[in-house]
């Protein structure tokens, strides 16, 4: 064993040794070695990540990350002259992501209070040189590389936005850095909350699932998905055929862990995904398919030895991580365990709150900055499911154990609006007043036989976002990016009919891979309102069939409105400071997806002018957006 370990060690300095090589020639010879169309890329990939992994501190980082991204740069104009465009826009897409992940370590120095100007001035530098590059590259490129091109060229003028922002921040913060200072312990605590509560309510639920992905012909799935969920503008997912249980992750009990499943999905989920994704982990203490969930007398050291290593593994904090890509700070204690799986187990009640307990306490044991979320309950009385919430959350008193709570809603027509009233009540005598409600499952169906178009899908895709965030919910995950084939074993199954794509299952009218009308609603959605102040949207009306909300997007104010009544009505908006207002319909002017070839054509559109800070909207079918 230890000459195992020295060889070990033995082969990682020498890897450091010829990766110190590569960096030194690379500085002065513009040496990029291995090209990515090259068998040995890998080992220049290997080296690059040992060197990362010993490079210390959010300033070196962002140095070796920026060098990084000059090399993959490098690689992709050598790809270019080699006529391989494939090669160079995958190559492109990493050079995308190392500059991005060096600006977000820029930030993570100035939170440190050190000063990254240098490496700003480096990394702008960059970006400003590479961006004229891509232009004379987009004037003379073959059609089928100017698209990965022109969406480089965007990222780029992002990125130096986002380095602009933050020279203009640091500005701010030296000339007001008296008013900036917070000394009152409350203020502090309700900035946490402020900040805590202001994550993006967009999220797609199984977006990278393998088996929602059967008929997708892409050669590379999971990038084909990051690239759906990058043009949708979704932040979130959760299920990728991950759900983590603790017997397949430890056969027996104190021999070790087998983490070579969610080692395998979460890797390409990460390495597919935009820095500020989040992906949901659900945990289940279950031994083995179908068992008793209940952990036994004896073993609960080693379930919470077990999740504290699942956390550490994965929480991105540079101590202990499988993949510097990958950050889980979301976790969910096991998926509908009430009104009836947990306990069709063999499972009780007792046992989950034991379970509830154990995996909180070891998920803070090793991640203070985790966010724990209940397992999944039905709220309707009827089944049973708001009791067992009651039940559950009574037995878990003033004990802080779960920051959110999650319910699935899966109806259709104007059944959108999500009741947590009562829910609310139960939390709130329980000490549980400041947790938050998700939504990880939400849907409607369409072409379900005669049952729900593709308009109707779309409508009520964006009455259920716009209605249930305006009413409590920090987020909501439509079903799905693509179709279920055969849910459960059975063909006549909602989850066939939900995606905002069609898979080309149950007699889909449009071909697999297509997106629905309720994709580009979607996309519609999280362009217009993404960056808004969720903590403060406006309930403007919710009466006679009539709704409308104002959003505060930094200096704009955006109205969403819709009419659930069959007449048309007319509603007056006020309180607006521009004098003119572009109105959009939520949803694009077809009767279906295949017809969309153009987003930016693709929604009815008009501008209104503004007479003594109003205007007048008659509201249709379709719910729309009103902007300054």
């Not at 992994?53 to 002259?81: C, P, S, V």
């Not at 040189?129 to 698209?147: D, F, I, S, W, Y």
């Not at 004990?399 to 999500?418: C, G, P, Q, R, V």
Request: proline content about 2%.
């Amino acid at each position: 064993m230890k000459t195992f370990k020295f060889f070990t060690v033995g082969i990682v300095l020498v890897v450091l040794m010829l990766s110190g090589a590569v960096f030194a020639q690379a500085q002065s010879n513009q040496s990029i070695g291995f090209l990515p169309d090259s068998s040995f890329y890998f080992l220049k990939i290997w080296k690059e990540s040992i060197q990362t992994f010993f490079t210390f501190g959010n300033i070196n980082k962002a140095e070796q990350y920026l060098h990084l991204a000059e090399i993959r740069f490098a690689e992709y104009q050598k790809m270019m002259g080699k006529g391989k465009t494939e090669i160079a826009e995958k190559t492109l897409e990493k050079y995308e992501k190392q500059l991005n992940r060096a600006i977000d370590k820029t930030k993570e120095a100035k939170a440190e209070g050190k000063d990254a100007r240098d490496v700003r001035k480096e990394i702008d530098k960059a970006i400003s040189g590479n961006k004229e590059v891509l232009q004379r590259n987009l004037e003379k490129a073959p059609e089928q590389a100017k698209k990965g091109l022109e969406r480089a060229i965007e990222s780029s003028e992002k990125a130096e936005e986002k380095i602009k922002e933050e020279e203009e921040e640091i500005k701010e913060e030296e000339t007001e850095e008296e008013e900036e200072v917070k000394t009152d312990d409350n203020q502090d605590e309700e900035e946490i909350e402020t900040e805590s509560g202001a994550i993006s309510p967009f999220g797609v639920m199984a977006a990278f699932d393998l088996l929602t992905l059967s008929k997708i012909t892409a050669s590379d799935k999971s990038a084909w998905v990051g690239s759906h969920l990058q043009n949708l503008g979704a932040k979130w997912s959760r299920a990728a055929g991950e759900y983590v249980f603790w017997g397949n992750m430890e056969p027996e009990i104190g021999k070790g862990y087998d983490w070579s499943k969610s080692d395998e999905v979460l890797k390409r989920v990460y390495e597919n995904s935009e820095n500020d994704f989040n992906m949901i982990v659900i945990v289940g203490p279950q031994r083995g398919k179908g068992s008793n969930p209940d952990i036994p007398s004896g073993q609960e050291e080693y379930f919470k030895n077990f999740v504290k290593a699942l956390v550490e593994r994965y929480d991105g904090d540079g101590v202990g991580d499988y993949d510097s890509d990958i950050k889980v700070k979301y976790w969910q204690a096991d998926n509908e365990p009430f009104p009836r799986h947990w306990e069709l187990s063999g499972g009780t009640k007792e046992g989950y709150i034991k379970f509830v307990e154990l995996f909180s306490a070891a998920i803070k044991e090793s991640d203070q900055n985790a966010k724990i979320i209940l397992g999944t309950f039905s709220l309707d009385e009827r089944s049973g499911g708001l009791e067992s919430f009651s039940q559950i959350v009574s037995a878990l008193k003033n004990k802080n154990l779960f920051d959110y709570a999650d319910t699935h809603f899966w109806k259709s027509d104007n059944e959108y609006k999500i009741s947590i009233a009562s829910a609310n009540d139960i939390l709130d005598v329980n000490g549980y007043s400041d947790v938050k409600w998700m939504a990880l499952e939400f849907g409607t169906w369409a072409e379900m036989g005669r049952k729900g178009t593709e308009k109707e899908q779309a409508i009520y895709l964006i009455k259920g976002f716009i209605y249930n965030i305006a009413n409590g919910f920090a987020m909501i995950n439509w079903n799905n990016l693509v179709e279920w084939n055969n849910y459960g074993g059975n063909p006549n199954s909602i989850y066939n009919y939900m995606g905002l794509i069609a898979d080309g299952y149950n007699n889909d009218s449009i071909p697999a891979g297509t997106s629905r009308l309720s994709y580009y609603t979607y996309k519609k959605m999280t362009e217009t309102l993404e960056g808004s102040d969720w903590d403060n949207i406006q309930i403007i009306q919710e009466s006679d069939g009539v709704y409308i909300y104002k959003f505060q997007k930094g200096s704009k104010k955006i109205w969403v409105a819709w009419n659930d009544n069959s007449a048309e009505k007319q509603i007056t908006i006020s309180g607006i400071s521009s004098i003119q207002v572009k109105i959009t319909e939520a949803v694009p002017k077809y009767d279906s997806g295949k017809d969309v070839t153009d987003y930016l054509t693709a929604f009815n559109t008009e501008t209104k002018s503004v007479q003594g800070g109003k205007i007048i909207i008659t509201l249709k079918d379709k719910p729309v957006f009103a902007e300054e």
